[in-house]
């Protein structure tokens, strides 16, 4: 599984960014994709993950701000962030989860940075 992410950039607090990962590969084996954030110092961690199911989680900090959703079709997955905050920025990390012969499997794309800041 191959994980191309885009659409990062410099927005001031209150606005919006939409990122985008796109995957290829064995995109068949995957059982959820989802976006991580890094902030300099500190550990990843999980922002949003949806399902093959379209269950979707959220981190208690993107909640009702952030959405994740799903292009079944182009294979594609987006996050919308609205209302962004300074502390929202960090490096945004795609993923996906596949599972082959009962082992799971991670992979990451490249990172996107998001800068939120006036």
């Known amino acids: 599984v191959q994980l191309q992410a885009s659409g990062g950039g410099l927005v001031q607090p209150g606005g919006s960014l939409r990122l985008s990962c796109a995957a290829s590969g064995t995109i068949s084996s995957i059982t959820a994709m989802g976006w991580y954030c890094q902030a300099p110092g500190k550990q990843r961690e999980l922002v949003a993950r949806?399902?093959?199911?379209?269950?979707?989680i959220y981190a208690d900090s993107a909640k009702g701000r952030f959405t994740i959703s799903r292009d079944n079709a182009e294979n594609t997955v987006l996050l919308q962030m609205n209302s962004l905050k300074p502390e929202d920025t960090a490096v945004y990390y795609c993923n996906a989860k596949s599972l082959v012969g009962g082992r799971q499997n991670d992979y990451w794309g490249q990172g996107t940075l998001v800068t939120v800041s006036s």
């Open positions: 949806i399902t093959s199911g379209g269950n979707r």
